[in-house]
């Protein structure tokens, strides 16, 4: 059998942007106490993994929640450097960031699909394309980024990393965003359905092995050492929005 690699997904903590249901792309809050003490959960339930390499986005959040899983990790080496790659940030929204993430869903459904009503998330990766152009087309400035824009820069860095790792046998863990980490793996498993939405502090799995790609977890939270549940959580869930 042929050397691969396995690739831990693990999305960021909560943050207050999060926390309040405000679009957060390349706006960058810092995490909650919650939001921390998730990751720190996360973390050691993962403490017996040894990574290799370690990247994130360039963006604090996911810094930080790198560096709190480092922290209750026993199997890594302790001098491991965290790779900052800025093409693993978020989708950038443009002029919408930082604003209620509610209204401008709908709104973005809307344009998207052509019909009045209240957005439940993407059910397709049609649907991920269609929305990230509506806010393009919604934004004044046509800042935010369309969908090729997003997907050719994420694109070029999971590349470039998995071209470093595929035969080594490594596991390695990329910290970075909840759309992000849903492209990416549809790009590697194209039968993954992409309208899942990703916790904070989630962790996803894939194995590369003999040329194939393979799901072995997704949006894991059971390996936390304690698990919360938020019973007065409205309707949207404020941390969708990474």
């Not at 706006?27 to 003490?37: M, S, V």
């Not at 070029?156 to 035969?167: A, F």
């Not at 910290?175 to 793996?185: A, F, L, P, Q, Y």
Request: charged fraction near 30%.
């Amino acid at each position: 059998m042929s050397k691969g690699v396995t690739i831990y997904f693990m999305r960021h903590g909560e943050t207050y942007l999060n926390y309040y249901g405000r679009m957060q792309g390349w706006a960058d809050a810092p995490l909650t106490p919650r939001g921390e003490e998730d990751v720190r959960s996360s973390g050691r339930g993962l403490a017996d993994v040894e990574f290799s390499a370690v990247y994130t986005s360039d963006l604090q959040r996911t810094v930080k929640t790198a560096e709190l899983i480092l922290d209750e990790n026993k199997a890594t080496a302790k001098d491991i450097e965290i790779e900052k790659r800025p093409e693993f940030r978020e989708v950038f929204f443009g002029s919408f960031e930082g604003l209620d993430a509610r209204g401008l869903w709908d709104k973005v459904t809307e344009i998207a699909t052509g019909k009045d009503g209240s957005y439940t998330g993407a059910t397709s990766d049609e649907s991920v394309r269609l929305e990230l152009n509506a806010f393009k087309e919604m934004d004044p400035y046509h800042d935010a980024e369309n969908f090729i824009e997003f997907w050719m820069r994420v694109e070029l860095g999971l590349i470039d990393v998995i071209t470093k790792h595929r035969e080594t046998d490594q596991t390695i863990l990329i910290v970075s965003h909840g759309m992000t980490i849903r492209n990416m793996i549809h790009e590697l498993i194209p039968q993954f359905e992409i309208d899942s939405m990703l916790d904070n502090a989630s962790v996803s799995v894939v194995r590369y092995q003999d040329g194939l790609y393979h799901l072995e977890a997704f949006n894991q939270t059971d390996h936390f050492a304690r698990k919360e549940i938020n019973d007065e959580e409205t309707d949207l869930d404020h941390s969708d929005i990474s």
